[in-house]
Every structure is written in structure tokens, then in C-alpha cells.
């Protein structure tokens, strides 16, 4: 096992096929699942609106950094699949985007250190 990364991954989907009970809990959880309710969580934080068309799902990864954001993207997509296929919600395709957390740069405006000039 190799050096261990941390991804942040957004995967995208939209609603397809719902049953009138499937929307009904929707629409009845729709507030839980707002903007308010975006964050990143190894279990994964839905979000969806009142429209039910799209949903996202954003999840924390940690996995090998030489298997990369591929990999990692590949682990949310099965983790939101998963909790889709548990709910009983019909979607399409799923598309997620991946950031390795550990080789972003973070950019500290007007901070300086030693040598800055």
C-alpha cells in the first residue's frame, strides 16, 4: 500500500424513474438536503431541490495517491450508487469530478514569511 491521499469528489446525477413513493420521501426530506446540507463526509451528504431533477453527492476518498482522482472518483460513484440503489432512487448516468486535498496549493494572500518580499 502506497502514500494515502485525500479526494474530495462531487459526483452528479439526475433523478430518473422515481415512483410516486420515492418522491414523496424526497419532497418530504427536501430541506435536509438543501444547500445548507453540502459538505463533504466519507458517508457521503445528498443534495437535491424541490424540482428533483439533478442531485449531487459529495464524499471524502482516501485512497492511494498513485491509483489517483480515477480511482477515487470511481470509489464515490459506487458509494453514491450504492446508497441510490439502498433509497430505492432511480438515476442516470453518474459523473464525478475529484480534487487530490493533498497537492492543492493554498494560496495565503498578503501572508508573509520569512524571505517574502
Known amino acids: 500500500m502506497g502514500t ?3 479526494y474530495r469528489v462531487i459526483v452528479r446525477g439526475t433523478w430518473e424513474g422515481l415512483t410516486d413513493e420515492a418522491r414523496e420521501r424526497l419532497l418530504a426530506e427536501v430541506e435536509q438536503h438543501g444547500l445548507a446540507a453540502m ?3 466519507e458517508e457521503g451528504s ?3 431541490d424541490r424540482v428533483l431533477k439533478h442531485f449531487s453527492f459529495r464524499y471524502v476518498v482516501v485512497s492511494d495517491a498513485e491509483d489517483g482522482e480515477e480511482m477515487a472518483s ?3 460513484e459506487d458509494r453514491a450508487e ?3 440503489r439502498k433509497a430505492g432512487y432511480g438515476h442516470g448516468e ?3 469530478t475529484a480534487t487530490d486535498m493533498d497537492t492543492m496549493k493554498i494560496n495565503f494572500k498578503g501572508r508573509r514569511g520569512a524571505g517574502a518580499g
Do not use: D, E, M, W
Request: charged share 5%.
Open 82 to 84: 450504492t446508497a441510490l
Open 4 to 6: 494515502q491521499h485525500t
Open 39 to 41: 459538505q463533504f463526509s
Open 94 to 96: 453518474l459523473r464525478s
Open 74 to 76: 470511481a470509489i464515490a
Open 46 to 48: 445528498l443534495t437535491y
